[in-house]
DNA sequence: TGTACATCAGTGAACGCGCGTTCACTGATGTAC
DNA sequence: TGTACATCAGTGAACGCGCGTTCACTGATGTAC
């Protein structure tokens, strides 16, 4: 009972060459227009051959959710792995920059997990939180090293929201253990550095180019500023 | 030549109703599912109806963008101006309050205007800037403010990037006249208080609920104390 | 090596749907005399 | 006050389109003997 060797010449993985055309075609028409004929189309292949590797159309939504998530949280931990354990600041700031680097170079598929949620779709929560946990965890981890190095500045920092704690009980399982304030820390970090993110993203306004860079240095640089004490300069 | 009465009793400015009954159906399906069709339904007439009020879809989107950009300014400048224009912190605090409170009062309208892009369709430029740059201007008024009053702290801030420079000058004929650098730092005062607000509305995370209150306060404490100096508290 | 058979990825036709937009029209409303 | 006329907001039918999804099928691929 071997598996069966692949017939189709042209296109040897089908089922990733599906999600290839999906991520361009939102790429081209944005994410609500993403349309199952338009991808066959583009493929060479009829509509319904497509049901051969998903269900339906949320289905296709859906893997294309869980793969960007991961992608961006391999993203993270690369970056955050990249600097010593030991260097809390430094593995802050590569977090930080990761995260805007894997936005502008993926620009689709951070629109599609952190922009507008789809219209009449609705991730299935049991299937996308924990690709989704695992990634946003990277940030909570370098915020609880830092706390745990004990050079984390939050004396005044609002208590997190009751309604976090249970949000925070399933965290734990896919994201790691950290203490409750430096998740509710890591929640300020992470809605400032999307705010820059998005709006360079989302060309409302012109795009900061080159300048960019310098922006989002400064804004790592307020947030280490603000939130860890000691030598900051490793 | 005067102008004829109505004719239609049950809806006296069909005009309005149209556009009342869109921004339903963008809260219940999203703006990309937006239907003419839909909104006569609703409305009780037949879809070519709404072409006497409208040439297209895209104009209907285009009204409803203005209308958006209009009401957000409107709240805006009255925030600001609900303190005397010499507590120039008051203001500051004052002008970014309201920007939260409106996005959580019409948060279609917020995602409308500073969300993800609807696919197929581009805003004309010269007709939405205008509102767009008054709107955005109230808090580069403010900030503009703080720094005539000689108490703008923004010696390290990065220069603002060289694209925006076009930009800021159409933005002067309508958004008002302010240095340079107020805009820069008005560039990052937006992205940090849209970070926190589009992350409370998109929906990704649980909600704030109460708890958004202090969080927001707190950011703002923050920005004030980063970019502030001199007596804060009046 | 050769033949009969099972598998199953992809096809092509068809379904019912909702959409934006056009067009000739109708009939109530208002105006001119 | 009464009548003929002009206006124009809204109608209803129709267009061509693309969509998701179903279904019976086909025919190349692989397997068993």
Redesign the pocket.
């Known amino acids: ?2 598996p ?6 042209q ?1 040897p993985n ?1 089922q990733e060459a599906i999600k290839e055309t999906a991520w361009r075609q939102i790429a081209e028409t944005g994410a609500p ?9 583009e493929l ?10 998903f ?4 289905a296709l939504v859906t893997a294309l959710i869980i793969d960007a998530y991961t992608s961006f949280g391999d993203a993270q931990f690369l970056a955050r792995d990249s600097v010593p354990a030991a260097d809390v600041v430094g593995r802050l700031r590569a977090t930080g920059r990761s995260y805007r680097q894997w936005a502008l170079d993926y620009p689709q598929r951070y629109q599609l997990i952190f922009g507008t949620p789809l219209a009449g779709y609705a991730a299935p929560f049991e299937q996308t939180f924990p690709s989704a946990a695992r990634a946003l965890g990277a940030i909570v981890s370098v915020v609880e090293a830092v706390r745990a190095a004990g050079r984390l500045r939050a004396e005044s920092f609002p208590q997190v929201m009751p309604g976090y704690e249970q949000a925070f009980g399933m965290w734990k399982n896919y994201g790691g253990e950290a203490e409750t304030i430096s998740l509710s820390v890591a929640v300020l970090i992470w809605a400032r550095v999307h705010g820059l993110v998005s709006v360079e993203i989302a060309g409302n306004i012109p795009p900061f180019g080159v300048n960019g860079d310098a922006l989002y240095e400064y804004e790592i640089d307020a947030l280490i500023r603000e939130f860890v004490q000691g030598e900051n300069h490793v």
Chains 1, 2 share one sequence.
């Open positions: 009972m071997s069966r060797p692949r017939r189709n010449q296109q089908l227009a993403l349309s199952l004929r338009a991808i066959a189309r060479g292949i009829t509509a319904p051959a497509i049901y051969n590797y269900p339906d159309r949320d």
